[in-house]
Each structure stands twice: as C-alpha cells, then as structure tokens.
C-alpha cells in the first residue's frame, strides 16, 4: 500500500483482489477509483484466481493529536507511545478495510487486499517437483510509478447494469467485475451517513465480508456471519426501543426472531413465500450457532448426501444474495 498527502485529506492506493477479472476503471467524485492493471502487469492465467486490480482512496486525514490521544488511552504516562508515522499507517490500514467491506457489499463481488506472507508452495528443482516455503504477494512495477495523487487509468470506463438485474442474479461466475447503475447513489449515501448510522452500517460489511472469506473455510460460520450482519443493521434500528415482558411468563413480547423476519420483510420482501424463507434461514443460523447442527459440507467423520450437500450450498448462496440486497436496500432508504 502506497499513501500520499494533500491538503488535510490521505490518498491510499493498493493492490486488491476480486474473483472476477477487471476490465476498466471506475471513479467516484475526489473519492475512489478503482481500476484494471495494464497489459504488462502479472495475470492470472486461469478464471478461477483471485484477479488483481488497482484502488485508490481519499479521506479526510486524522489529526496526529487526535490518533494520539485514541491510541494512547487508557496506558499509564510512563508507556512507550508509538510514532507519528506508525499512528498514521495505522490509520490508512483502516481505511483500506473499510473502502474494501463497502465494495464487497455494493458490488456483487467479494473484494480482498493483498496479503503478505509465508506458506507452503509447490517448486519445481530442475525436474524434481518439490515443497518450498516461501513468501506470497504481488508485485508490478508499474504500481510505484503511477504518481502522487488519482491516475490516469489505462481502461475505459465500466459499464453499468440495471440494479434490479444486478442484484437479482444468483452467481456471477464467469464474467468481468461490473457495477450497477446504483453505485454511485449508493456511495454518496454511505458517505452521508452520520455517524452511527455509518459505524452500524460498516459493522454489518465488514462481517458480511469476512463471512464471504470464510466460505472457502467452512459453510457453517459464512452462514452464521452473513445473518450476524443483518443483526448488526437490526439491533441499530432498535437500539431506543424498550423492550418489553410477558406479565405471565416474562419473556420479551418483541423476540429477535421476530425483528429479524420484519427486518427482512422490511428491506427485502414481504411476500409471504419470502417470510418463509428468511424463518427458514434464521431458524438454519441458530441450529448452527446454539445445537452445533453444521451445514452438510462442513460434517466430519460421516458421508453426506450429494443432494444435502447441493441443497445446503443453495441455501447458503440465496442466503448471501438476500443478505446483499437487504444491506443495500437499508443504506438506500428514505432518511
């Protein structure tokens, strides 16, 4: 990651990864812009990798007192306060998480940064094919040569699909990253937000995104994590609400169920088949986070059913593709 200065507000730019490939660029007001890599940058030679493009960030840049004063409290006087330039790599490290969870929800594809570290690869010794620990990342020349402030893109611009259509699509493999004709809508909503409002909402992307991570992983946390992302947006709504009890019994009158399926109706569809649905969903989420009832892919020391297997990863994809839409329809609505 590469950071720049002017005027009062930080420029990061960095390597970042989507599962489709990218073709264009994209910009945002002073904002964003992300774009595809020139003819002479590494690509992958398979449909299937993670395919590496370029975005750049701009935000307004945090006081060094401010940083200073957050990263300090709570230490004693006498402890060893970090240096200006570490507070502030530290800063830009979590404006290049944020940037990516947003993306990973107003866009239709997961959006990773770059990682570097040591792991196991396969290496080939003359003829001899071998295991060699060595160290992941990318590298292109030409990232540190793009300037101190937005580029010039080498690509022409992306094109926009109708939101309906974007969103409304199960799977997306195979094709370019694209964007919908309410991206940019959608951008300038969340840089509207106050506040809270923005903190809840960047809560509920980022383990929206970390739950799209961890499907490679295991099936049964992504399905826990993509819910748990609802649940951050609900429990906003209704952090003022008082709850109350059953005279009788003393059980809230207002359950969690209950305000995930109206949240759900609310941002997704009130049609009666989709409430059905999304209490299917939550009723899956709390069989696997209270009784440990796993999704099938996820079952060990058993065989499982293909057609258990098929059914559950459906469920999981629709689950995700929902989720998505209803994240989105909540950061779109009337305020």
């Known amino acids: 990651m590469r950071s720049y200065h002017r005027d009062g507000k930080g420029l990061i730019r960095f390597i970042a990864y989507s599962p489709e490939p990218v073709e264009g660029c994209f910009r945002f007001n002073d904002v964003l812009q992300i774009f595809s890599l020139p003819d002479d940058a590494p690509k992958p030679e398979h449909s299937y990798a993670d395919h590496p493009f370029v975005i750049e960030y701009s935000f307004e840049e945090m006081d060094i007192a401010e940083l200073r004063e957050v990263r300090t409290a709570g230490l004693s006087p006498s402890s060893d306060t970090p240096p200006d330039n570490f507070l502030k790599t530290e800063h830009h490290w979590c404006k290049q998480q944020e940037i990516l969870s947003v993306l990973s ?15 196991w690869i396969l290496d080939t010794e003359g003829d001899v094919l071998t295991g060699k620990f060595a160290q992941t990342g990318y590298y292109w020349k030409g990232f540190g040569e793009l300037g101190e402030w937005f580029s010039t893109p080498f690509s022409p611009e992306i094109t926009f699909i109708d939101s309906n259509t974007y969103y409304g699509e199960f799977g997306v493999t195979g094709k370019l990253l694209d964007l919908s004709d309410a991206t940019v809508p959608l951008l300038e909503k969340y840089f ?94 709390s069989g696997i986070g209270h009784q440990g009832k796993l999704l099938a892919g996820d079952i060990a020391g058993q065989v499982v059913s293909p057609s258990d297997e098929t059914r559950d990863w459906w469920e999981l994809g629709q689950l995700s593709r929902v989720a998505r839409v209803c994240l989105v329809n909540w950061l779109n609505r009337e305020r």
């Open 105 to 119: 929800v107003i866009t239709r594809h997961l959006i990773k940064k770059e990682t570097t570290q040591h792991r």
């Open 192 to 285: 509207e937000l106050g506040d809270e409002e923005k903190i809840a909402f960047l809560s509920a992307s980022v383990l929206f995104s970390q739950a799209l991570e961890a499907w490679s992983v295991s099936d049964s946390l992504t399905y826990i994590g993509i819910v748990s992302s609802l649940e951050a947006l609900i429990e906003f709504d209704h952090r003022s609400a008082k709850t109350n009890h059953c005279p009788n019994c003393g059980q809230p009158t207002y359950k969690i169920r209950k305000k995930f399926l109206d949240f759900m109706s609310t941002y997704g569809s009130n049609d009666e088949s989709f409430r059905k649905f999304a209490d299917r969903l939550y009723s899956r989420r």
